[in-house]
């Protein structure tokens, strides 16, 4: 398994050398890595539809739990053959979708990075490893949806579906760093057995949280849907990809995977079912307001995507059969809408709605897969779809005291669909053909071949639903945990409650896609609330914040050391007068203290004139000079108290700054002023306060006993660990020495910026 999805990687790189050759006529070479894939992912089928779970292991950080451990079961099969499945076509698609594009060895490159990215995610048994390949698909969709990237709207898309789910992965992470240190193992394997243990813990409802956030962004959930209809700037082929069988299903597999280690626990379920039903409910309405038919499909996937995470909440055997189902369902119809979708683009130059129609004329076997994939979203038989919608139904009917109210939100959403998915698959084949699309030519078979094919899936599944019911549907439901035993799929079940719920969606449906047109004038209403959406709000949010940003980085970092310096003091002072106000007892016994000497009285003397005159000089050079002689001063203490090392490092630190003080100023303008006397005035009160609080804080350690255990260490050891004879010299070249020496390195390299800023020469343009 490993082999299969670096083989993704490997191809992309391999594009980098060999990129003119899979341009022209041989670009459909590229579809053999997806097909290959599919193949050796197929193999696999017989072994897991009778119970066995392939595993495979590989050593990558073991120090700290995180290996490439990968896991083939029913859950991660299907999704595999799915990514490779659709992937194949897709591939095919685009070597005649952009035939002779400029780039399309790198879009190939992006789609076979993106594929490998998704093969990781869905065949990782490691959380860890499981989060690296969830940010890959992030960052290679990022690439995939900003593809055309001289366009303004297309960049933005990408960066917000970047931004988006990339803040999802970081929630993942550390919902996985929660689960890791409650569980001691990253393995999803080792943690099915954990669930009462997980669900006790008293983290468990923030580690859900942290989980839901990666699921719900990457997924399109309420409110964080909006990124998806803006990936809709994007390639036809990449819309496809993403919304009909891989990134927008991977916050599903997420919850799939996670739900016998995390589920069967109210909040998880009343959670999920409460979000799916906004998202399925909102995102169906809004297919009423669009005419452009990647609109009307991104907000009908949302849609399909809020019917998935409520079936997951319910997390019945029923519900849990009819997700597997319907993610085959919609990966069928929704892959076909799509290529159907680009096709219609790629011929006629438009995806209105408003002024399709009659295209069967001139498109045939394309109209014939957008009819079929209709019929398969309307949940008409005898397509898998209408297996799905009954499985949808019996689910949500047995469900509880709420099962009228969630029966009838399902059947609203699906009667929506039905519209959604006839105005995109039948609407613009129907009618009268216009003149202007007469001229129509049929596209390469590459383009419609795999609509069609995909199409016929919808019929011949519906047809005979036992080719994926002991394949891929048992194995699935099986993986998560469930009883499998039960799950028949039948085309019709006897005429019952559910059957009647089927025929009203699709009488209501029917109704509504003859009575309500898409127009633009729908279009210009709803676009009055759009104030109101989460995009909006999320967007004006970030808004403020940028503008926040800005004004608190001018007002701090406004390019004047004096401010910076001001600044640190006036959080110093006010973090360390609230400690003192509150645990300082103030309690000096100035018993204690030696009484003043002459030598004292005279150095704090000259010290005490050297500052007043440093504050109020004009002169700068004597103000440095000033501050040496407060140097000096010091010096002269420490040679009071019987520290002649410390006062020669004194000394010499202090003459040095001089000179080069004398140095800098040399260099400046005799006359510039750079403080007027209302700065002054501050600095001196931000000096005084300072100073005070630096003294109260010197009394209070002074009134604290003192530990002598450090001293006699040193005392003790430094001749005999360092050989040394002056305590001091040894704590700063010998226990404290790498301290030492990044101090001297950061001192050297101050030193040699000074002395390129003194040698700087600026033109005098520069210098504005």
Known sequence: MLVAILLGFAFSLFLVFTGKFFKGKFSILAAGIPLALFIYFAQFIGRISNGEVISQFHTWIPAFGVNLGFTLDGLSLLFSLMITGIGFLVFMYTSAYLKDHQYLDRFFGYLSMFMAAMLGLVLSDNLISLFVFWELTSITSFFLIGFNNTSKESRKSALIALAITGIGGLSLLVGALFLGSITGTYSIAEMLTMNPEIASNPYYILIVLLIFG?????????????????????????????????????????????????????????????????????????????????????????????????????????????????????????????????????????????????????????????????????????????????????????????????????VVTKILLLYAGFVAGIKPFTGTLPERFENTKMPSFLMWLPPVLLALGCIVFGIFPGLIEGSLVKPMVGSMGLNNGDIHLKLFQGFNVILLLSVITIAIGTVLYFALKPTKKLEIWIAKFEKLSPQSIITNSWAFFYKFSNGWTNLFQNGYLRNYVATIMVFTIVLIGYALFRTATYSVDFSTFSPITVYEAATSLVMLIAIIYTVFTRSRLAAVAS??????????????????????????????????????????????????????????????????????????????????????????????????????????????????????????????????????????????
Request: hydrophobic residues 55%.
């Open 214 to 410: 990666a699921a719900f962004t990457k997924s399109a959930q309420f409110p964080f849907h909006f990124w998806l209809p803006g990936a809709m700037k994007a390639p036809t082929p990449v819309s496809t990809y993403l919304h009909s069988a891989t990134m927008v299903k991977a916050g599903i597999y997420l919850l799939m995977r996670l739900t016998p280690v995390l589920g069967d626990h109210e909040f998880w379920n009343t959670s999920l079912i409460i979000v799916g039903a906004i998202t399925m409910v909102y995102s169906a309405i809004h297919t009423l307001f669009r005419t452009d038919l990647k609109g009307i499909l991104a907000y009908s996937t949302i849609s399909v995507l809020g019917i998935l995470v409520f079936l997951i909440g319910q997390g019945t055997v029923d519900a849990l059969t009819a997700a597997a189902v319907f993610i085959i369902v919609h990966a069928l119809y929704k892959a076909t809408l799509f290529l159907v979708t680009g096709i219609i683009d790629h011929q006629t130059g438009t995806r209105d709605t408003t002024v399709l129609r009659g295209l069967r004329k001139v498109l045939l076997p394309v109209a014939i897969a957008g009819f079929l994939a209709a019929l398969s979203s309307a949940g008409i038989p005898p397509t898998i779809g209408f297996i799905g919608e009954e499985l949808i139904y019996e689910s949500t009917f047995h469900f509880g005291n709420v099962a009228l109210l969630l029966t009838a939100l399902i």
């Open 627 to 768: 501050m040496g002689i407060i140097g000096y001063t010091i010096c002269i203490l420490f040679v009071v108290y019987s520290a002649p090392d410390l006062a020669m490092t004194q000394f010499s630190i202090d003459t040095l700054t001089v000179i080069l003080f004398v140095l800098v100023l040399y260099k400046l303008p005799k006359y510039l002023k750079l403080s007027d006397y209302k700065m002054r005035i501050r600095d001196g009160v931000l000096s005084l306060a300072f100073g005070t609080i630096i003294t109260l804080l010197i009394l209070e350690v002074l009134a604290e006993p003192k530990s002598s255990e450090v001293s006699d260490y040193y005392a003790a050891n430094a001749y005999i660990l360092a050989h040394g004879k002056n305590v001091v010299n040894v704590i700063l070249v010998d226990f404290r020495g790498s301290d030492t020496l990044l101090e001297i390195s950061v001192l050297a390299i101050a030193a040699i910026g000074v002395f390129a800023l003194l040698k700087l020469r600026l033109k005098k343009s520069d210098e504005r």
